[in-house]
């Protein structure tokens, strides 16, 4: 299975952007995935969760500006991110997680990571 992470750039604060993590290969369905980013220097932290019960959860630094989002039909999970500001700023990585009936998470794949700039 490989994940093929998108849609980063250089955006203006208050700007948009809309990641995309596509999954191909032997993957049935994508049952939970979840946004994570890393700043220079910092560790790894959750952006956004989705679970394989349709729990959703944000970091409170994203709470009301980022939406996570799936389409089974392409394999493809998305993180929309509205009203950008400079500490937005970091590597974007994708998890997506799939399984069986009765261990829809069992397995866990990661994208190679999408920057984001967020500067003027």
């Known amino acids: 299975v490989q994940l093929q992470a998108s849609g980063g750039g250089l955006v203006q604060p208050g700007g948009s952007l809309r990641l995309s993590c596509a999954a191909s290969?032997?993957?049935?369905?994508?049952?939970?995935a979840g946004w994570y980013r890393q700043a220079p220097g910092k560790q790894r932290d959750l952006v956004a969760l989705l679970t394989s019960g349709d729990r959703i959860d944000y970091a409170d630094s994203v709470k009301g500006r980022f939406t996570i989002s799936r389409d089974n039909a392409k394999k493809t999970v998305f993180l929309q991110m509205n009203n950008l500001k400079p500490e937005d700023t970091a590597v974007y990585y994708c998890?997506?997680?799939?399984?069986?009936?009765?261990?829809?998470?069992?397995?866990?794949?990661w994208g190679q990571g999408t920057l984001v700039t967020v500067s003027s």
């Open positions: 290969g032997s993957i049935s369905s994508i049952n939970a």
């Open positions: 998890n997506v997680k799939s399984g069986t009936y009765y261990r829809p998470e069992q397995d866990s794949y």
